[in-house]
């Protein structure tokens, strides 16, 4: 009887520690709130974050999350104070986001030397899983491999047999165009030529009359933001599409194709992770976010939300937020959400998904101000992304 | 084939005739520097925040109050530089006896605030605007496909910078102007209103960049940044003519136009810096600038 | 440029002047203050945040020195202190020198780059020497985005800290922090021994009438290139060593809007003092840390100060609390 009364007492005490010891979890979303990104990450992100904590109901299952921001202002110096700063002293124990190549990179180190978890969103560079891969980091949502593959090889299949580069004079546009190249030329097509544009551009028509009057197929844009926003907008004024020569942007958001118009825009062909109207789940949750931002969510969002559901998934199973075994939960469980579907965070890092082929809708075809895409096919997660020991990743045997 | 350079004649020249339509922005912006610093003694360094300004406003009476292109083309400077006119009146009007860099720091000051305010409402990506109907499609001369638009941004520059330089160097107007730069006490003395003279010609200037604003929208991307890179160019330009020469900031911006077109032709990663180059071979060899006087 | 006539800091230089035997009492109180509030800091705030601060303030004072004492506003400081920045980061690491050789080749590159743009840059005047030095700096960085050394806009990243004189670890924040203070602290004096010395004066003499100066048989070209190089270099040192305490040099660190902003903390603290700079970087550093999570609003607070700042009080912070106490800062 005494016996019973003891275990019955412990069994009530572990019961009460599962609720009385919740996991307290504190997630730091670092990203562009002022500069060029800040409209595809910034605050939508922390919303993102924000919507995953609610919707994965992480209160009722007993981890406490608290989300706090800062802005990096695209400056590597910025975002490594702020980084260690809430390493060090706040308690947070995961960075999210981190767009721009130079300060992810940054982050990424800091993280490992830390040991804690940056879960990136944000960056383009493949450099995050290649060379400069870590034990701490997932890249969830895209990178210059990816996009340079779907939409260079689709291109290519498609007729584009030569191309000519407008590439931003920096290490992501040099990054983008080499990437690029490779696949034009796997799949049996030739770079005729390369301009180097001075980043960041605003008048692109010299350039474009270079591509125009090497005769290429296609003119890739191995650029971002107002750079490709400034080179489609005056390619559609110098008739460049018209005259038959077709545009490839590498790395374009649904924001720059709303800033454009589909006037200008129209027939632009991308790659992708993510668009809202992909699904009934992609609708649902992109009608929520809008209720909040006033506009639909970015890739960049979408894949904050993502990872942080991933993540949160994992300190569930795991029980303890102790970095190495939720970076271990992370790797071994498949991902699944409503945003991605399947997917897996594979043993570089990176997250691998479905990727989509969009084209950009004439006006006529549109039947909304963010009815933007239409889907031309798409890349399975496995052929999407680059295959594991081809980065150079340390971490790969 | 005839090739100057390893590049063929023609789209040679078609790049040269795109580097005047970028210069035509230059003229008309670094014009509107030049009188404010003659006349005022005030580095405007929130002229590229105005010249942003002048493209959304040109956004913002399409959007809310359907005005067309050619409706914003003229009612958008009006109204900038009536903002323009209304920081001269509270702030920069202090400044005028006290050293340039005042007015240089204040009106970055401004800058900041006003860049940093229409990126809080309007984000960074941009807003789309497009080519008015009229002027849509463009003309094959043989050498290179040359939007209507730039012929017309090329025109329309040409004959704005002309006329300002007609009223302030032929006209009556513009000699009180030029008078009460050399010597405002005086001018005041034969019963001109200095002072008003002085606020009307800054909400002019500002004027002039919200001109090159709406200019610009349908051709680069309208968004709280397109002026901030762009301003130290301007500058750039202004000095290498001779701060405050009138006639020194529009050819200089027409020239420095040409010659950037040519350096991306030849050397595209060094188009960025070549004015800077230039700026400062000028400036140790003329002191003054190309067409300024020596203080 | 009478810069500093107009900011009013002409009596106090004046009241300044008779004090160039030793250090008026005030003076020593203050660096007492500032050395023990250094000391104390690294248990009180974050070590990163303060070193920033530190980098910064020393920045600042190079800065000032130029501008404040030599009447001469340079608009393109960040050359000197980018340039060091990614010396001392190569040498660092790929050279594999240790912190201390790192930051000194970082300041040397400083040093020399300002000696040659400094040659050049002083035959001119005022708003034409201010472009002059910022059409170098924009050179400056148009070469670090093409070098291949620097890494484009990632920068050099992951730069060891390394050991001091190879035997003390620099990784604990805290070891690294009395090296970085002991740096700033040598910096600053310098500058009030440069302030203060013959050699001081005369530049002031320059700085508030550079004919008479000139009348009075000074070479005043000389003068005004010796302070340039010595400005550049103390700006490279601090450059050189934000490299080494954040592991990194960027394209940040080289453009305009770095010159910019060394600007607005000068201007802020009080231009022309010996102290306002280093208040001035501490609070534009503190407002950038502490509103990170406000976005927009830091450049619209900071472009709110700028306003302030020159329509308000143009002598600065520490320029009118100099006025209250009637006591040169």
């Given at each position: 009887?005494?016996?019973?009364?003891?275990?019955l007492?412990?069994?009530?005490?572990?019961?009460?520690?599962?609720?009385?010891?919740?996991?307290?979890v504190?997630?730091?979303?670092?990203n562009?709130?002022?500069g060029?990104?800040?409209?595809i990450?910034?605050?939508?992100?922390?919303?993102?974050?924000?919507?995953a904590?609610?919707?994965?109901?992480?209160?009722?299952?007993?981890i406490?999350?608290?989300?706090?921001?800062?802005d990096?202002?695209?400056?590597?110096?910025?975002?490594?104070?702020?980084a260690r700063q809430?390493?060090?002293?706040?308690?947070?124990?995961?960075?999210?986001?981190?767009?721009?190549s130079?300060?992810?990179?940054?982050?990424n180190?800091i993280?490992r030397?830390?040991?804690?978890?940056?879960?990136?969103?944000?960056?383009?560079?493949?450099?995050?899983?290649?060379?400069?891969?870590?034990?701490?980091?997932?890249h969830?949502?895209?990178?210059?491999w990816?996009?340079?593959h779907g939409?260079?090889?689709?291109?290519v299949?498609?007729?584009g047999?030569?191309?000519?580069?407008?590439?931003?004079?920096?290490?992501?546009?040099?990054?983008?165009?080499?990437?690029?190249?490779?696949?034009?030329?796997?799949?049996?097509?030739e770079?005729?030529?390369?301009?180097?544009?001075?980043?960041?551009?605003?008048?692109?028509?010299?350039f474009?009359l270079q591509?125009?009057?090497?005769?290429a197929?296609?003119?890739?844009?191995?650029?971002?933001?107002?750079?490709?926003?400034?080179?489609?907008?005056?390619?559609?004024?110098?008739?460049?599409?018209?005259?038959?020569?077709?545009?490839?942007?590498l790395?374009?958001?649904t924001?720059?194709?709303?800033?454009?118009?589909?006037?200008?825009?129209?027939?632009?062909?991308?790659?992708?992770?993510?668009?809202?109207?992909?699904n009934?789940?992609?609708?649902?949750?992109s009608?929520r976010?809008?209720?909040?931002?006033?506009?639909?969510?970015?890739?960049v969002?979408?894949?904050?939300?993502?990872?942080v559901i991933?993540?949160?998934?994992?300190?569930e199973a795991?029980?303890?937020?102790?970095?190495e075994?939720?970076?271990?939960?992370?790797k071994?469980?498949?991902?699944?959400?409503?945003?991605?579907?399947?997917?897996?965070?594979?043993?570089?890092?990176?997250?691998?998904?479905?990727?989509?082929?969009?084209r950009v809708?004439?006006?006529?075809?549109?039947?909304g101000?963010?009815?933007?895409?239409?889907?031309?096919?798409t890349?399975?997660?496995?052929?999407?992304?680059?295959?594991?020991?081809?980065?150079g990743?340390?971490?790969v045997? | 084939?005839?090739?100057?350079?390893?590049?063929?004649?023609?789209?040679?020249?078609?790049?040269l005739?795109?580097?005047?339509?970028?210069?035509s922005?230059y003229?008309?912006?670094?014009?509107?520097?030049?009188?404010?610093?003659?006349?005022?003694?005030?580095i405007?360094?929130?002229?590229?925040?105005?010249?942003m300004?002048?493209a959304?406003?040109?956004?913002?009476?399409?959007?809310?109050?359907?005005?067309?292109?050619?409706?914003?083309?003229?009612?958008?400077?009006?109204?900038v530089?009536?903002?323009?006119?209304?920081?001269?009146?509270l702030?920069?009007?202090?400044?005028?006896?006290l050293?340039?860099?005042?007015?240089?720091?204040?009106?970055?000051?401004?800058?900041?605030?006003?860049?940093?305010?229409?990126r809080?409402?309007?984000?960074?990506?941009?807003l789309?605007y497009?080519?008015?109907a009229?002027?849509?499609?463009?003309?094959?001369?043989?050498?290179?496909?040359?939007?209507?638009?730039r012929?017309?941004v090329?025109?329309a520059?040409?004959?704005?910078?002309?006329?300002?330089?007609?009223i302030?160097?032929?006209?009556k107007?513009?000699?009180?102007?030029?008078?009460?730069?050399?010597?405002?006490?005086?001018?005041?003395?034969?019963?001109?209103?200095?002072?008003?003279l002085?606020?009307?010609t800054?909400?002019?200037?500002?004027?002039?960049?919200?001109?090159a604003g709406?200019?610009?929208?349908?051709?680069?991307?309208v968004?709280?940044n397109m002026?901030?890179?762009?301003?130290?160019?301007?500058?750039?330009?202004?000095?290498i003519?001779?701060?405050?020469?009138?006639?020194?900031?529009?050819?200089?911006?027409?020239?420095?136009?040409?010659?950037?077109?040519?350096?991306?032709?030849?050397?595209?990663?060094?188009?960025?810096?070549?004015?800077?180059v230039i700026?400062?071979?000028?400036?140790?060899?003329?002191?003054?600038?190309l067409?300024?006087?020596?203080? | 440029?009478?810069?500093?006539?107009?900011?009013?800091?002409t009596?106090?230089?004046?009241a300044?002047?008779?004090?160039?035997?030793g250090?008026?009492?005030?003076?020593?109180?203050?660096?007492?203050?500032?050395?023990?509030?250094g000391?104390?800091?690294?248990?009180?705030?974050?070590?990163?945040?303060?070193m920033?601060?530190?980098?910064f303030?020393?920045?600042?004072?190079?800065?000032?020195?130029?501008?404040?004492?030599?009447?001469?506003?340079?608009?393109?400081?960040a050359?000197?202190?980018?340039?060091?920045?990614?010396?001392?980061?190569?040498?660092?690491?790929?050279?594999?020198f240790?912190?201390?050789?790192?930051?000194?080749?970082?300041?040397?590159?400083?040093?020399?780059?300002?000696?040659?743009?400094?040659s050049?840059?002083?035959?001119?005047?005022?708003?034409y020497?201010?472009?002059?030095?910022?059409a170098?700096?924009?050179?400056?960085?148009f070469?670090?985005?093409q070098?291949?050394?620097?890494?484009?806009?990632?920068?050099?990243?992951?730069?060891?800290?390394?050991?001091?004189?190879?035997?003390?670890?620099?990784?604990?924040?805290?070891?690294?922090?009395?090296?970085?203070?002991a740096?700033?602290?040598f910096?600053?004096?310098?500058?009030?021994?440069?302030?203060?010395?013959?050699?001081?004066?005369?530049?002031?003499?320059?700085?508030?009438?550079?004919?008479?100066?000139?009348?009075?048989?000074?070479?005043?070209?000389?003068?005004?290139?010796?302070v340039?190089?010595?400005?550049?270099?103390?700006?490279?040192?601090?450059?050189?060593?934000k490299?080494?305490v954040?592991?990194?040099?960027?394209?940040?660190?080289?453009?305009?809007?770095?010159?910019?902003e060394?600007?607005?903390?000068?201007?802020?603290?009080?231009?022309?003092t010996?102290?306002?700079?280093?208040?001035?970087?501490?609070?534009?550093?503190s407002?950038?840390?502490?509103?990170?999570t406000?976005?927009?609003?830091?450049?619209i607070?900071?472009?709110?100060?700028?306003?302030?700042?020159?329509?308000?009080?143009?002598?600065?912070?520490?320029?009118v609390?100099?006025?209250?106490?009637?006591?040169?800062?």
């Amino acid at each position: 009887m005494k016996t019973k009364g003891i275990v019955l007492a412990a069994l009530a005490g572990l019961l009460m520690s599962g609720t009385a010891y919740a996991t307290d979890v504190k997630i730091g979303v670092m990203n562009d709130r002022s500069g060029l990104y800040s409209d595809i990450t910034g605050e939508g992100s922390v919303v993102a974050a924000r919507m995953a904590v609610e919707d994965f109901g992480a209160a009722e299952k007993g981890i406490n999350v608290e989300i706090v921001s800062a802005d990096h202002q695209n400056k590597p110096d910025v975002g490594s104070n702020i980084a260690r700063q809430w390493y060090d002293e706040e308690g947070v124990d995961v960075i999210a986001d981190v767009p721009t190549s130079s300060v992810a990179l940054a982050i990424n180190d800091i993280t490992r030397e830390k040991n804690k978890i940056h879960l990136n969103s944000g960056a383009a560079t493949s450099a995050l899983t290649g060379e400069s891969c870590s034990p701490n980091t997932v890249h969830f949502t895209y990178d210059t491999w990816q996009l340079a593959h779907g939409t260079g090889r689709a291109m290519v299949e498609a007729g584009g047999k030569t191309w000519f580069f407008l590439t931003a004079d920096y290490a992501f546009g040099h990054q983008l165009e080499a990437d690029t190249s490779a696949v034009v030329k796997e799949a049996g097509g030739e770079v005729l030529g390369v301009v180097r544009t001075p980043f960041p551009g605003t008048d692109f028509s010299s350039f474009l009359l270079q591509a125009q009057a090497s005769g290429a197929d296609v003119i890739g844009l191995a650029n971002a933001g107002g750079d490709t926003i400034n080179s489609i907008k005056q390619a559609a004024e110098f008739g460049i599409t018209q005259a038959g020569q077709s545009i490839a942007g590498l790395l374009v958001f649904t924001n720059d194709v709303h800033a454009l118009g589909l006037e200008v825009a129209q027939g632009l062909v991308l790659t992708s992770s993510f668009y809202w109207d992909l699904n009934e789940g992609t609708r649902e949750w992109s009608a929520r976010f809008e209720e909040q931002m006033g506009k639909k969510p970015s890739m960049v969002q979408a894949g904050v939300y993502g990872a942080v559901i991933h993540y949160l998934k994992a300190v569930e199973a795991v029980g303890d937020k102790d970095p190495e075994k939720v970076m271990a939960k992370m790797k071994e469980m498949p991902t699944d959400d409503v945003l991605f579907g399947k997917g897996k965070v594979r043993a570089d890092g990176r997250k691998i998904h479905d990727s989509y082929l969009f084209r950009v809708k004439t006006p006529d075809q549109s039947e909304g101000e963010w009815d933007l895409y239409e889907t031309v096919a798409t890349i399975p997660a496995e052929q999407g992304f680059r295959p594991l020991g081809e980065g150079g990743c340390p971490l790969v045997e | 084939m005839f090739e100057l350079l390893g590049i063929p004649p023609q789209a040679l020249f078609g790049q040269l005739l795109l580097g005047l339509i970028n210069g035509s922005f230059y003229a008309i912006l670094s014009l509107g520097l030049a009188i404010i610093f003659g006349l005022l003694n005030i580095i405007n360094f929130t002229h590229g925040a105005q010249y942003m300004m002048g493209a959304f406003v040109a956004w913002m009476l399409l959007n809310y109050l359907g005005v067309p292109y050619w409706g914003a083309l003229l009612i958008a400077p009006v109204v900038v530089g009536a903002t323009g006119i209304v920081l001269e009146r509270l702030l920069i009007s202090r400044l005028y006896h006290l050293d340039h860099l005042y007015g240089l720091l204040l009106t970055f000051g401004l800058a900041l605030v006003i860049t940093g305010l229409f990126r809080n409402y309007y984000g960074i990506s941009g807003l789309p605007y497009g080519i008015p109907a009229q002027l849509s499609g463009g003309q094959n001369l043989g050498f290179m496909f040359l939007p209507n638009y730039r012929g017309w941004v090329v025109i329309a520059s040409l004959v704005v910078c002309i006329s300002t330089w007609f009223i302030i160097e032929k006209t009556k107007l513009g000699a009180y102007l030029r008078a009460a730069t050399e010597n405002p006490t005086m001018v005041g003395a034969f019963g001109i209103n200095v002072p008003r003279l002085i606020t009307l010609t800054y909400g002019f200037g500002v004027g002039l960049a919200a001109f090159a604003g709406v200019l610009a929208a349908p051709i680069y991307s309208v968004n709280p940044n397109m002026g901030a890179d762009l301003i130290i160019v301007v500058f750039a330009v202004v000095v290498i003519g001779g701060m405050g020469s009138i006639l020194g900031s529009i050819v200089t911006g027409f020239g420095l136009g040409l010659i950037e077109g040519l350096t991306r032709v030849f050397y595209p990663e060094g188009s960025a810096v070549v004015i800077f180059v230039i700026m400062a071979i000028v400036l140790l060899v003329k002191p003054a600038g190309l067409f300024g006087r020596t203080a | 440029m009478s810069v500093a006539t107009e900011s009013g800091s002409t009596n106090l230089a004046a009241a300044q002047d008779t004090h160039t035997v030793g250090m008026p009492t005030h003076h020593k109180v203050i660096f007492v203050a500032l050395l023990v509030a250094g000391l104390v800091a690294p248990y009180l705030l974050y070590p990163v945040f303060v070193m920033k601060v530190l980098c910064f303030a020393l920045f600042a004072c190079a800065f000032n020195l130029l501008l404040g004492f030599g009447g001469l506003l340079s608009f393109g400081h960040a050359a000197y202190f980018g340039s060091a920045a990614y010396v001392s980061a190569h040498a660092a690491k790929i050279w594999g020198f240790t912190p201390e050789l790192a930051i000194v080749s970082g300041t040397i590159c400083a040093a020399v780059l300002g000696l040659v743009f400094g040659s050049l840059a002083i035959r001119r005047q005022g708003i034409y020497f201010a472009m002059v030095t910022l059409a170098f700096a924009q050179m400056v960085f148009f070469f670090s985005l093409q070098a291949p050394f620097t890494g484009g806009e990632d920068g050099i990243q992951s730069v060891p800290r390394g050991a001091l004189f190879g035997l003390i670890d620099m990784y604990p924040d805290r070891n690294l922090y009395f090296v970085v203070l002991a740096i700033v602290f040598f910096g600053l004096l310098a500058i009030y021994r440069i302030i203060h010395s013959p050699f001081g004066q005369v530049l002031k003499g320059i700085r508030d009438n550079e004919a008479r100066m000139t009348s009075l048989g000074y070479r005043v070209n000389r003068y005004k290139l010796a302070v340039f190089v010595l400005s550049a270099t103390l700006a490279g040192l601090a450059g050189a060593t934000k490299a080494i305490v954040f592991q990194l040099a960027s394209l940040t660190d080289v453009y305009w809007t770095m010159s910019g902003e060394v600007v607005l903390m000068t201007l802020l603290g009080g231009m022309g003092t010996v102290f306002g700079p280093i208040v001035g970087a501490a609070i534009i550093v503190s407002l950038q840390n502490y509103l990170a999570t406000f976005g927009d609003w830091v450049t619209i607070t900071q472009g709110v100060i700028f306003v302030i700042a020159v329509m308000l009080f143009r002598e600065g912070i520490v320029g009118v609390i100099a006025k209250w106490i009637r006591k040169p800062l």
